[in-house]
């Protein structure tokens, strides 16, 4: 039996009426795949807010001041200080003085790895080095530094930061090239308060970094926006919205 023209409602191919059929049709079926797409970044987004208690819960790496642990294009995420402390913590951050008596690591060595606003300047891209001492204020902290890291000082009286004008913590990149010096010695900040903590480094994803690193007019740090007068280097962090944030040299 023949078909029903009489009931038939699709438009004759080639006509007017077709095309925009057609082109409603592929408009919605793009629709319901962003649509899904959308809803994927958000549920993921939302799980790793959840497991994480930081936002953006991603980091990427723009310079080699972690090096060799954290290397420049990795990928970088991150858990709130509080949220699972290892033994000894200040304020969720076990130092790498502490991880030193009870063994605990990360990233290869010992203390954990912190994001922090350097001054507490929330303008200022963030830093990932490591937890390196516990100070109190108004503490003589040379006798319990590191002579290598004091940048030839010997004594308090020739070190900057010291005695510490607040409470917090001593700061190191683990590159010993480029990071020979405490933060607090070469410049890169003040000793860290607690509150200027994101969060701690749990584990990285190398090379993922790659494409967050990339130029940007938007988000990217050019050398000129920042030019040091001696290889420092944090690796910094943008922290814009669910997109991974990046740590640059500073």
């Known amino acids: 039996m023949g078909r029903d023209e009489s009931t038939d409602k699709t438009p004759p191919e080639g006509t007017d009426a077709f095309v925009g059929a057609d082109r409603r049709s592929r408009l919605g079926l793009y629709l319901r795949e962003m649509g899904t797409s959308v809803g994927a970044v958000i549920l993921v987004g939302a799980f790793l807010f959840a497991v994480s208690g930081v936002w953006p819960p991603l980091v990427a790496i723009e310079s080699g001041s972690m090096e060799p642990h954290i290397d420049t294009g990795d990928m970088v995420f991150l858990m709130d200080a509080e949220r699972f402390p290892g033994q000894d913590a200040r304020h969720g951050i076990v130092t790498a003085a502490a991880g030193t008596e009870t063994g605990y690591r990360t990233f290869q060595q010992h203390g954990d790895v912190i994001v922090f606003e350097p001054n507490g300047n929330e303008e200022r891209t963030p830093v990932i080095h490591r937890a390196m001492l516990w100070v109190d204020a108004g503490e003589n902290w040379y006798d319990r530094a590191n002579r290598a890291y004091v940048g030839g000082a010997d004594s308090c009286d020739e070190l900057r930061n010291c005695p510490a004008p607040h409470a917090g913590f001593i700061t190191k990149g683990d590159n010993e090239v480029s990071n020979g010096k405490y933060d607090q010695v070469s410049g ?50 943008s922290m814009p919205a669910f997109e991974p944030t990046t740590p640059s040299a500073a």
């Open 188 to 237: 890169t900040s003040t000793v860290v308060r607690p509150q200027w903590v994101v969060g701690t480094g749990v584990f990285r994803v190398p090379r993922l970094g790659y494409v967050r690193v990339q130029p940007s007019p938007i988000w990217a740090v050019s050398a000129s926006d920042w030019i040091p007068s001696e290889p420092v280097g944090p690796v910094s962090v």
